[in-house]
């Protein structure tokens, strides 16, 4: 089964210039000097929906890559029926990305972050010979070092050393996938700063994050899935955030929709939330501020450290460059809600037992914002709604797989100077 590269340009979301991936590679505008994401504009207008056996590709038509990888899976969108009911909502689906093969969803690694790992990988131009470098808090590294490993793919994952309970896999990773790790008592920025000390070398090449056009359409194809399955775009979209990207991403997807002319005209309210205390980009956006607050670097430290769902912890997220997330939110006349340690479990048994599947943490978090959303009149009964279940299915996976942890190659402060960093990485090539 075959793809032909996706034929695109890049546009800027600041000047609206647009210019070609000359690359295959290209994070950002290389004429304008003020940082501003780049948005894949795609010659095919519109989508063509290719069958199931596609896997993810099966959205190939707006996604920025050079080919197909093997072992991938769509999300799952359907219509909640116990949840529904239960929130006196009329028309409600569930985007899932997970394992749930009695919906149809069966991605390995239980996390939407496959979605970005599979996208982004398929970007990568055929003659490349450097290392990817990407950095994780968690559930995107065991995305990209299960595709890489299946793919045979060279990569370089960081991750917080108290992150790493987040690996696990079926079975042994190929050894193209090294691991290292900022040590005990850091966070996600931590693995980012340690992550970025490779750039320097011509060897290496930075994944790019949210910065990345493939990540952010690989995320897109969530609402892709909603589109296809309800034949129009959602009035609303709930999904928790750690760097926004995810949000960015379904905004981008909803003006692609539009231009295509068959799901609708108008713009989703996009509702993200984060999970208290870590809420920088929320205690933003409610002070209608493009720029974080300023925060002491420690005190945030412990906070994301302090929230179960580990993924939402990025301290430094795309939320106020030009097409970030204050711009999505304030496009759409969106708004962001909170969920504590608790209300999120709450929230994550609440849809085992309506719907039948366990659920990732910041899952929980989404689905407990939706709650408030009802509760606060922000949300009408007969509003078509999207609720994105980033991750879910790990207890169902592990209760019928055998599956093995993962130890780093290397463990070293992000302050170590970058020439060291790289001597050590370069070893364990």
Known sequence: ?????????????????????????????????????????????????????????????????????????????????????????????????????????????????ETEAYSVCARLPKENNRIMVVASAGNTARAFAQVCSKNNIPVVIAIPYDNLNALWFQEPLNDCVKIICSPAGTDYFDAIALAAKLNGSARYMEEGGAKNVARRDGMATTVLSAAQVIGRIPDSYFQAVGSGTGTIAAYESNLRLIADGRFGSHLMKLIPSQNIPFTPMYDAFKADSRALLPFDEDEARVKALEIDAKVLSNRKPPYGIVGGLYDVLKATDGDMLLATN?????????????????????????????????????????????????????????????WIGVEPHLVMDASTPAEEVIAAVDKLF
Not at 362 to 388: F, P, R, Y
Request: with cysteine; glycine share 8%; charged share 25%.
């Open 1 to 113: 089964m075959e793809i032909k590269p996706t034929s695109y340009k890049l546009e800027n979301c600041a000047t609206g210039r647009q210019f070609q991936d000359a690359t295959g590679w290209m994070l950002a505008d290389p004429e304008h000097k003020d940082p501003a994401l780049v948005r894949a504009v795609y010659e095919k207008k519109q989508i063509e929906f290719k069958d199931n056996s596609y896997g993810i590709y099966k959205f190939a038509d707006w996604m920025p890559i050079q080919r197909m990888l093997e072992g991938s899976c769509a999300p799952v969108t359907y219509k909640s029926e116990a949840l529904a009911k239960e929130l006196g909502l009329e028309n409600l689906y569930i985007t899932f990305s997970g394992w749930w093969p009695e919906k149809g969803a069966q991605m390995p690694t239980c996390s939407f972050k």
């Open 342 to 402: 608790q209300e999120l479990a709450a929230a994550c048994e609440l849809f085992e037992k309506l719907e039948g599947c366990d659920i990732h943490p910041a899952a929980g978090v989404a689905l407990h914002s939706l709650m408030t959303a009802v509760k606060e009149g922000l949300v009408q009964k007969d509003d078509v709604i999207m609720l994105n279940i980033t991750g879910g299915g790990e207890k169902l996976f592990k209760a019928g797989h055998k």
